[in-house]
C-alpha cells in the first residue's frame, strides 16, 4: 500500500538516489526511493557492469568529494567476496598536464607516479602511448551493477522503501509539505524530497532555476582482447583533430575492455531515445591505432544517457524542501557515496552548503 506521508522522499533510483537513501538509512531515517522504471532497467545512466574510478582531478571541489566517496566505497565494502571497488589502477596521458594532476594528487596523500611513454607500453603491451603517462595506483573500475543491488539491499535492511516502477509525474508543495503526484492518482506527501532523476530531472524540476540540462545518448563499445595481458582503467586527451573527445575505458570481466568517447552523443528526449550509435567508425579507428591489444572489428555498442551542465560540474543543493543532484555530465558514478553524503546533509540540515561550483545561481 502506498505511504500518504514520509519524512524524506528520494526521487530517481539511479546509482545517486540509492547511495542517498543508504546515506539517510546510516542516519537513522527510513527514506522511501520512487524509481520510474523496473530495477536493472537500461533507460538512464546507471546500468551496466562497471564504471571508471577515475582520480584525474585538479580542482579541490572534486578531490574533496573524491575522498568522501573513496570512504564511501570502503563503507560498502566486499559484496559476493569481492570489492566493488577494485584498485587495479589508471593511466592518464596525452594532451592533458598530467604534473599539476600529480602534484593535486600528491597534496591529498594519493599515490601517482609518471611514466616514460616506452616504460608504460612495457607494462602494458596492449596499449600504445606517445608520451608520458600519469599511473595512479588507488584508482581502477567500479562494479557498477553490483553496486545498485548492494545499495538497495542497504537501504531496505536499514528499514528504508525503494518502489520500482512508481513514476513521479509532478512535484510541488503547499505550507505544510511537499507534494508528489505519482503516476498512479496517488499524492505522496513528504517533509523533505531529493530529486536525484538524472534526464528527467528538468521536466521534475522546471521552475525551481536549475542550469541547462542536456541529455545525450552516448555508446561506448566493449572489445575484445587479443593478447593475455592485463588492463587499467584509462584516460587518453587526444587531439580534437584526430578524434572526437577524450577515450576513456576500462576492463569489464566476461565484456571484454570497454572503451569510449567522452560526451559526444547526440541529444535525445530521454522518453523517446532513438539508441542509435554514432561516432562508431572513429572509435574503431582509435582502437586500431592506440588499442593493438584489442580487436577493433569485435565492438559491441552499448547506450547510456549523459545528462550535462555546460560546464560539466553536477549541481548539489537545496531550495525549499526540495534537495537537488544533477548534470553529472558522465563522470559521476565515481562519486556516488559523496554525492550521497552531500544531499543527505543538504536534507538534514538546511544551513548546509554544497561546494560553491556545484550550487545552483
Not at 540509492?18 to 527514506?31: I, N, Y
Not at 562497471?50 to 564511501?72: I, M, P, Q, V
Not at 524530497?193 to 540540462?213: D, E, H, K, N
Not at 565492438?299 to 524542501?321: E, K, N
Request: proline share 5%; net charge negative; charged share 20%.
Amino acid at each position: 500500500m502506498a505511504q500518504d506521508a514520509v519524512d524524506v522522499a528520494v526521487v530517481g533510483g539511479g546509482v545517486m538516489g540509492l547511495a542517498t537513501a543508504w546515506e539517510l538509512v546510516r542516519r537513522g531515517l527510513r527514506p522511501v526511493v520512487l524509481e520510474r522504471f523496473a530495477r536493472g532497467h537500461t533507460q538512464g545512466a546507471s546500468h551496466g557492469a562497471t564504471r571508471n574510478f577515475n582520480d584525474a582531478y585538479t580542482e579541490d571541489h572534486y578531490l574533496d568529494l573524491l575522498e568522501r566517496s573513496r570512504a564511501g566505497w570502503e563503507a560498502l565494502g566486499t559484496v559476493d567476496g569481492a570489492p566493488l571497488l577494485r584498485l587495479h589502477g589508471l593511466v592518464t596521458h596525452g594532451d592533458v598536464d598530467i604534473a599539476a594532476v600529480q602534484a593535486g594528487l600528491a597534496r591529498r596523500g594519493i599515490p601517482a607516479d609518471l611514466l616514460t611513454a616506452a616504460e608504460a607500453q612495457r607494462r602494458w603491451p596492449g596499449m600504445r602511448f606517445a608520451s608520458d603517462v600519469l599511473w595512479s595506483a588507488d584508482a581502477g573500475v567500479i562494479r557498477a551493477a553490483d553496486t545498485l543491488r548492494e545499495l538497495e539491499r542497504r537501504i531496505v535492511a536499514g528499514g528504508g522503501t525503494v518502489r520500482w516502477e512508481t513514476p513521479v509525474e509532478r512535484i510541488g508543495q503547499d505550507p505544510a509539505s511537499a507534494l508528489l503526484a505519482l503516476a498512479d492518482g496517488t499524492t505522496l506527501r513528504a517533509d523533505t524530497v531529493i530529486v536525484t532523476a538524472g534526464a528527467w530531472t528538468s521536466t521534475l524540476l522546471g521552475g525551481i532555476g536549475l542550469p541547462r540540462l542536456r541529455v545525450t545518448e552516448e555508446t561506448p563499445a566493449h572489445f575484445q582482447p587479443v593478447t593475455d595481458t592485463a588492463w587499467p582503467s584509462f584516460n587518453h586527451y587526444v587531439a580534437p583533430s584526430d578524434y572526437p573527445a577524450t577515450v576513456y575505458g576500462m576492463p569489464t570481466p566476461g565484456e571484454g575492455v570497454k572503451v569510449g568517447f567522452h560526451q559526444v552523443g547526440d541529444e535525445v528526449d530521454p522518453d523517446d531515445r532513438p539508441h542509435r550509435t554514432t561516432h562508431a567508425d572513429a572509435l574503431r579507428s582509435y582502437v586500431r591505432e592506440w588499442m593493438p591489444g584489442l580487436d577493433a572489428d569485435s565492438a559491441v555498442h552499448l547506450s547510456c544517457t549523459y545528462t550535462s551542465t555546460d560546464d560539466s560540474d553536477f549541481v548539489l543543493d537545496r531550495r525549499g524542501r526540495f534537495v537537488i543532484g544533477a548534470g553529472f555530465s558522465g563522470h559521476g558514478f565515481k562519486f556516488a557515496p559523496g554525492v550521497g553524503a552531500v544531499l543527505a546533509d543538504l536534507a538534514l540540515d538546511q544551513t548546509a552548503r554544497a561546494a560553491w561550483p556545484f550550487r545552483l545561481a
